[in-house]
């Protein structure tokens, strides 16, 4: 794609994505996969950790273009899609700097669904959502029959219960090597960094100029240290990835970012990632469940998020039929596939027999600037968010992988 992408071109759904190590793929994903980030790094640290999807880190290492290093710092920015950060590139300088690398003008793909819960277990085991079995913002509880939501884990199972993939930090931590998170206190045990980034020696701060000295500090001693990032993601929810708020926050970041970089001792590899990026919604283009009662016939649950829906049924005989049916309904709004077809896309990766049960029996992901909401069991917030994200648009799941040495 070129650089001067327009927001419809980016805003159709991308090729499936896979999981894998090859380099010389045609395919979206494999090397050039969220899920590589880690295992990349393991590797550039002299620590290569294959994981249930990744055999070969040294492979990705090369592959992504990470230098031999003691001493590695991953930034994780919450919501800065590639695509979200190409088009506002002015207000970053930092970040400019570093697309002059050619290595650094590709993006990754991230994992469907494009959203936090998902991508952070994708990211924090090298592995995919069917292993990890965080499949979405809200999924089914098994244990419940009802809804589940992962962001802070409440109606849950148990973090390390749904979560069974040894995190990279943990299999780095066992090994002796030191790991280092940088983060806000209220995440240091929460549910999401028990299931996906557990492992890691904690250091909370809440002022955010305190987080970022902290990762570099940390990042004297060899090893690895992770620092996390929220406020673009938090602001393009709230006000919209092309409000002046979020333009604000872009250029607050990038100051950090730079400030990271000064602060960190020679030498230290600096990799700028991000989970997912950002769709700026049109609230006329918003399909309300509720205003459909033609629809709402046999389905039990409407999880996952207003870009990326999962519908389950009571009888899962009729989900051919029914996927017909919504598709007639939102038409261009939106792509409708079958469990099935997700699966043997392998667009959640490999699928653990006990993750199977959580996933939809349909997915529904958003096309355009579309939402697909439901009003009787999702407040007038969340109904009207400005930006949004989770399907598998260009926008939404390109992230950026940007390489940088102190
Ligand atoms: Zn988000």
Redesign the pocket.
């Known amino acids: 794609m070129h650089d001067f992408a327009s927001i419809d071109e980016l805003t159709v759904l991308a090729p499936n994505g896979s999981y894998g190590d090859k380099t010389d793929s045609a395919q979206r994903g494999q090397a050039f996969h969220l899920s590589s980030v880690l295992p990349a790094i393991s590797a550039a640290i002299g620590h290569p950790v294959a994981t249930a999807v990744h055999k070969d880190p040294q492979g990705l290492q090369k592959a992504i273009g990470l230098p031999d290093v003691t001493s590695a710092i991953v930034v994780l920015v ?2 800065l899609g590639y695509w979200n950060l190409r088009l506002r590139l002015g207000h970053a300088p930092y970040l400019r700097s570093l697309f002059q690398d050619e290595n650094n003008n590709r993006p990754l793909a991230s994992c469907l669904p494009s ?2 819960t998902a991508a952070m277990g994708v990211f924090g085991t090298g592995t995919c959502p069917g292993l990890t079995g965080m499949t979405g913002y809200t999924q089914l509880n098994p244990d419940t029959g009802d809804l589940s939501q992962l962001i802070q884990f409440r109606d849950a199972q148990e973090p390390e219960d749904l979560q069974q993939q040894p995190t990279i930090f943990e299999t780095l931590a066992r090994q002796g090597v030191r790991v280092t998170s940088s983060g806000l206190p209220k995440f240091a045990n929460s549910g999401l960094t028990r299931a996906a980034l557990r492992g890691s020696h904690y250091i909370g701060n809440k002022d955010p100029r305190a987080r970022i000295l902290a990762a570099a500090q940390a990042a004297q001693k060899p090893g690895l240290t992770y620092l996390y990032i929220r406020d673009i ?2 602001v ?2 709230t006000a919209g990835w092309e409000s002046d708020e979020w333009v604000a926050a872009l250029e607050r970041v990038d100051a950090q970012l730079a400030t990271l970089k000064r602060e960190s001792p020679k030498g230290t590899l600096i990799v700028i990632v991000s ?2 990026g ?1 769709v700026a919604a049109d609230s006329n283009d918003r399909f309300d469940i509720a205003e459909h009662e033609e629809l709402q016939h046999g389905i039990t649950l409407v999880g996952g998020e207003p870009r990326q829906v999962m519908l389950y049924l009571d009888d899962v005989e009729q989900t051919a039929r029914t996927a017909e049916r919504w598709q007639e309904a939102l038409g261009e709004r939106a792509v409708v596939r079958t469990r099935q077809d997700i699966l043997d896309n392998g667009l959640l990766g490999t699928v653990d027999g006990r993750i199977k049960s959580v996933i939809g029996h349909i997915f529904i992901s958003a096309c355009g600037a579309a939402t697909v909401v439901d009003s009787r069991i999702q407040s007038e917030q969340e109904i009207n968010l400005p ?3 989770g399907s598998q648009t260009y926008l939404e799941s390109d992230i950026p992988c940007l390489i940088d040495l102190a």
Do not use: Q, R, S, Y
């Open positions: 919450d919501g959203t936090t993601d938090k393009g929810h989970d997912h950002m930006g949004v994200h």
